[in-house]
């Protein structure tokens, strides 16, 4: 579904106006189209989304198919090498897009080599959300104007809006109007990004989905069409949803340890199924962290394992992460305490909670 002015035109036309971006669109009226001489007051901004219904029928088609598809391969029609496979070409998307499309092209958290970005946007690739290029400028955009009409899945708009009902309406025009503000330059001098950009329609049906259904049944006799609901639409639905998790659910359920002034937060079960994307109040604070968190481990960040083994391999350099004192520093200047760190000189101390008291084990105890 990559951008088509014509096609989205035949098969859009309807105009709703809705009532939370009208509220949304009246409480910011003051910050986006403040006047540059006397304050006036402010101005209700009539904003109209549109259905894009190209969009619409094919994510009610892609579901489908993807329930049909999750069933086969749930209930034993298919070869177990085949559902393998399915989430090695998974793992690989997802690589593509926090790996790549996130940490390396959107943020510049690390520097990578050229084998590496070949690779990575070749996975981006499988992902099948936008070229790099349209995926980092949302992203960025997304960035510098979180949870205003200009970030193209603005969280006010509700949990559907921010999870996937963005790429079923026209963007707001402050989306373009002020993505034109994000420099892009260090894509547009990456040659593997605009080739990738160049070729992208074609490359889609054979990378996404054609090659990947095809080598289960060239390799162990898997249907085709079996093979195609599962590795192709079904892979990529769910990992969609795993992405759109990360827009919607973490920016509405969770903790915010580094700024509670924002709406990001920290929530394990996102970081879990998005590859380590989930600790998105520390992201959002420190966007150029090619750890994406602070704490955790491997198993809630697979994608950070992946940026040190090729960096051990030499094919990442330049890896970029906030120095410790610096985050402690933030943390207690802007965060909701729940990261809070109390040390304590010893027994006794005021600061020394309770549940600190239980796990203390006094032997030849006296209560004198
Ligand atoms: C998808 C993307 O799903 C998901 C991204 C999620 C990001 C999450 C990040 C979190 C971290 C990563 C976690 C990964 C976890 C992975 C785990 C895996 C297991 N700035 O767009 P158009 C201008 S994609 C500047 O057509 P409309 C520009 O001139 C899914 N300018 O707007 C553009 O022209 P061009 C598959 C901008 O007409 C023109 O406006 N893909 C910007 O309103 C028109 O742009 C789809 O479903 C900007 N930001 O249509 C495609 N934006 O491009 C869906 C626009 O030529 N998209 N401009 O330069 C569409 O059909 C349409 O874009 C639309 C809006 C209907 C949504
Ligand atoms: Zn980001
Ligand atoms: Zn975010």
């Known amino acids: 579904?990559?951008?088509?002015?014509?096609?989205?035109?035949?098969?859009?036309g309807v105009q709703v106006e809705c009532d939370d971006t009208k509220r949304i669109a009246s409480a910011r009226t003051a910050v986006h189209h403040r006047p540059q001489q006397a304050p006036q007051p402010a101005k209700k901004l009539r904003y109209r989304w549109q259905i894009v219904w190209r969009n619409v029928i094919a994510f009610a088609i892609l579901h489908t198919a993807a329930v049909y598809g999750l069933y086969l391969g749930l209930s034993g029609y298919m070869y177990f090498k085949t559902i393998i496979f399915m989430n090695l070409i998974g793992w690989c998307s997802g690589l593509g897009i926090t790996?790549?499309?996130?940490?390396?092209?959107?943020?510049?958290?690390?520097?990578?080599?050229?084998?590496?970005?070949?690779?990575?946007?070749?996975?981006?690739t499988?992902?099948?959300?936008?070229?790099?290029?349209?995926?980092?400028?949302?992203?960025?955009?997304?960035?510098?104007?979180?949870d205003t009409d200009a970030d193209p899945h603005n969280s006010l708009r509700g949990f559907f809006f921010s999870h996937m009902g963005w790429l079923m309406v026209r963007k707001h025009p402050d989306v373009p109007g002020k993505g034109k503000e994000v420099d892009m330059r260090d894509l547009e001098a990456d040659p593997v990004v605009m080739w990738q950009k160049k070729y992208y329609l074609w490359l889609i049906p054979f990378v996404t989905f054609l090659?990947?259904?095809?080598?289960?049944?060239?390799?162990?006799?898997?249907?085709?069409?079996?093979?195609?609901?599962?590795?192709?639409?079904?892979?990529?639905?769910?990992?969609?949803?795993?992405?759109?998790?990360?827009?919607?659910?973490?920016?509405?359920w969770g903790t915010k340890p580094y700024d509670k002034t924002i709406t990001p937060t920290e929530n394990p079960t996102v970081a879990f199924l998005a590859f380590g994307e989930g600790w998105h109040n520390y992201h959002h604070t420190f966007p150029w962290d090619y750890k994406a968190a602070e704490l955790g481990n491997y198993w809630l960040n697979v994608s950070?394992?992946?940026?040190?083994?090729?960096a051990r391999l030499g094919l990442a350099y330049n890896l970029k992460t906030a120095n410790p004192s610096l985050v402690l520093k933030r943390s207690q200047r802007t965060g909701d305490d729940t990261n809070k760190r109390v040390e304590v000189w010893g027994w006794g101390d005021t600061d020394m909670t309770e549940d600190d008291k239980l796990i203390a084990e006094i032997s030849r105890k006296n209560d004198d």
């Open 126 to 146: 499988l992902a099948f959300q936008n070229h790099i290029y349209e995926w980092v400028r949302d992203h960025r955009v997304h960035h510098k104007f979180t």
């Open 304 to 310: 950070t394992a992946f940026i040190d083994v090729c």
């Open 211 to 252: 090659i990947p259904s095809l080598i289960p049944y060239w390799c162990w006799g898997e249907p085709f069409w079996y093979s195609f609901l599962l590795v192709g639409i079904t892979r990529y639905m769910i990992s969609l949803h795993c992405t759109w998790l990360v827009n919607s659910a973490a920016h509405i």
């Open 1 to 12: 579904m990559a951008t088509s002015t014509t096609f989205a035109q035949i098969w859009s």
């Open 99 to 124: 790996v790549g499309a996130h940490r390396l092209w959107a943020h510049r958290c690390y520097t990578a080599r050229l084998p590496m970005r070949i690779l990575l946007a070749l996975f981006q």
